[in-house]
């Protein structure tokens, strides 16, 4: 995974209790909204095409490019 | 990639593993060639599931090729698609590696930086989630403690005894979160008429470690380019007759350093301004 380049750490200025506080996503418990998309070579997933018998780790990353 | 090492054992744990971004199809294609990733890249280039997941970071301005970047985390689901946990960043600086997740989340014990440490009436083994200090990492630290039979140790935050008690020589290269430890027993103290939480037996501590930025882990390499964490542990053991004198054992990992990626996608494909 890539690191943001240091012109971009201006916007993030935001003081560090408003980041601490923060909560990501939907609340633990409820779904994560279904979505179609293709992968690296083509093949298209579902997000019920991606779990597995015990579930799934789903990761977001900011870029493969930079 | 750090996600590409585990996902065998996620596999073998029986979970999907996968990985979305707003970088197109061919950017993504091109790094998993560069990279040897074997597992999908999915492709969301309106940042339409970023969106609908809530975490498209809006302080990013439309007008630079940035827009539509999520906050970065992961979310691990049970097998009906529900969200059991989630793994976001406190800042912006520090990202969960999956190692890390695999021992918070699913109780595996780490097999990296592993060393056998013997005191008196206890024994562990030192160990961490990954092997590899990165700018930013949040890394798994464990302690999985022997206790001699017929001892105990007290558990963190008791009064009116000494409790088992880890710290972490914090530095700019790396710093220590707090100390995740088991649910105590609670001993009963016939002779004083007390009730006293303990570990006894087997148990484990965690703690996570952020690696700090990469001019700090550089300006903290040993004489072999490691990053070393150290620590102490101590404690005092008691059995059902006496209490031993209590002792402090020496702690450290060692991780070899790796820095940036700082590799970009071919001209034609990589992000450029909308």
């Known amino acids: 995974m890539r690191r943001l380049f240091p012109a971009l750490s201006a916007l993030l200025l935001l003081p560090s209790s408003v980041l601490l506080s923060r909560d990501y996503g939907p609340a633990i418990g409820s779904k994560l909204p279904d979505f179609e998309a293709s992968d690296q070579d083509g093949t298209r997933h579902t997000l019920r095409s991606l779990l597995g018998p015990k579930g799934a780790i789903i990761v977001f990353f900011r870029s493969a490019d930079w | ?274």
């Open chain 2, 1 to 274: 990639m750090e996600l590409e090492q585990n996902q065998a054992e996620l596999r073998k744990l029986g979970l999907g593993v996968a990985a979305i971004s707003y970088d197109s199809a061919a950017i993504l294609r091109d790094f998993a060639a560069r990279k040897g990733i074997h597992y999908p890249l999915l492709s969301d280039p309106d940042s339409k599931i970023i969106r609908a997941a809530g975490i498209l970071n809006e302080t990013v301005p439309a007008s630079t090729p940035y827009f539509g970047i999520p906050y970065p985390g992961t979310f691990v689901l049970d097998a009906k698609g529900a969200i059991i946990a989630k793994y976001f960043e406190d800042d912006y600086k520090e990202r969960y590696t999956s190692a890390a997740i695999l021992v918070r989340q699913f109780g595996e014990s780490p097999a990296a930086s592993r060393s056998e440490v013997a005191g008196k009436q206890l024994s562990l083994v030192a160990s961490a989630s990954n092997s590899v200090a990165h700018p930013g990492q949040r890394v798994a630290l464990v302690l999985d403690v022997e206790m001699k039979p017929g001892t105990h140790v007290y558990a963190p935050g008791v009064e009116g005894y000494i409790p088992i008690e880890w710290s972490i020589k914090n530095s700019a290269a790396a710093l220590a979160h707090e100390v995740i430890s088991p649910k105590p027993e609670i001993l009963y103290l016939q002779a004083i008429d007390e009730k006293v939480p303990v570990l006894e037996q087997h148990f484990q501590l965690k703690r996570d470690v952020t690696f700090g930025a990469d001019d700090k882990l550089k300006a903290d390499l040993d004489s072999s380019g490691n990053v070393t964490v150290e620590g102490t542990l101590r404690y005092q053991a008691c059995d059902d007759r006496i209490c031993y004198i209590p002792q402090e054992l020496a702690l450290k990992w060692t991780f070899h350093y790796e820095g940036f990626d700082r590799e970009r996608s071919p001209a034609e494909i990589m992000h450029r301004l909308k």
